[in-house]
């Protein structure tokens, strides 16, 4: 079956300018992650999304970072006056919903690689 | 506090020889530790998870990974690497809140 897909896969934008990233999780997978892999920071995690419970958001670096969950299937990444260390890629994950052991495994998406100029 | 060390960033091995890949962990709770791999300009693979089952986890592509709680450890090995091998490799834990911890990432060589 399909897999978790984002877009775009590439993206140029300048010092100041807000970008959106787009994650399509695989169908039935209620728990959504996203996380960003630089260089400097090895893979980081950002924000968590279960279901319609708030969102666990005590991975985001700061108050420029923000996700939403529409109808609990597509989330959008929003960068807002991006600065150059955003640069990195970003990586969206999902999985079956957590059972109380937290042993659901998580599939990736290819990633979208932002570069801030 | 929650974290993963990888201890070596960098593993080189010819062609037909074992490949090991050291992690260690730090857990208060019960881990699940995991293996993912990422081919160049690939997205992220998982190659097995550990979730308090049995002990010796076989994965794919004849990789394995031995969970001994004594050593906090969970290294990862092939019989014989493989030039398709090459490739980065992140030992995982995870978090509390069901998200993962990663490793800094081992980059595997294999030589012919």
């Known amino acids: 079956g399909a897999g978790v897909s984002q877009s775009p896969s590439n993206k140029v934008t300048e010092k100041g300018k807000d970008v959106e990233l787009r994650c399509d999780p695989i169908?039935?997978?209620?728990?959504l992650y996203w996380y960003r892999q630089s260089l400097g920071q090895g893979l980081e995690f950002l924000i968590y999304?279960?279901?319609?419970?708030?969102?666990?958001k005590s991975g985001l670096p700061s108050d420029r970072f923000s996700a939403e969950r529409t109808g609990g299937s597509v989330s959008t990444l929003t960068i807002q006056r991006t600065q150059q260390e955003d640069s990195a890629v970003y990586l969206c994950?999902?999985?079956?919903?957590?059972?109380?052991?937290?042993?659901?495994?998580?599939?990736f998406g290819p990633g979208t690689r932002l570069l801030v100029l | 506090a929650q974290s993963v060390t990888q201890l070596d960033s960098h593993v080189s091995v010819s062609e037909g020889t074992p490949v090991l890949l050291r992690c260690n962990y730090s857990?208060?709770?019960?881990?699940?530790l995991f293996w993912y791999v990422q081919h160049p300009n690939k997205g992220l693979q998982l190659l097995l998870k550990?979730?308090?089952?049995?002990?010796l986890v076989k994965g794919i592509n004849g990789f394995e990974a031995e969970f001994k709680k004594s050593e906090t450890s969970f290294h990862l090995t092939k019989p014989s690497a493989h030039m398709s091998d090459a490739a980065e490799y992140f030992c995982?834990?995870?978090?509390?809140?069901?998200?993962?911890?990663f490793g800094k990432g081992t980059k595997l060589s294999v030589k012919p």
């Open positions: 994950a999902s999985s079956l919903p957590l059972d109380r052991g937290r042993r659901e495994t998580q599939y």
């Open positions: 169908s039935g997978h209620t728990a």
């Open positions: 999304f279960q279901g319609n419970s708030a969102p666990d």
């Open positions: 857990s208060s709770y019960s881990p699940s």
């Open positions: 550990y979730t308090s089952a049995a002990t």
């Open positions: 995982v834990l995870r978090g509390s809140q069901g998200n993962l911890i």
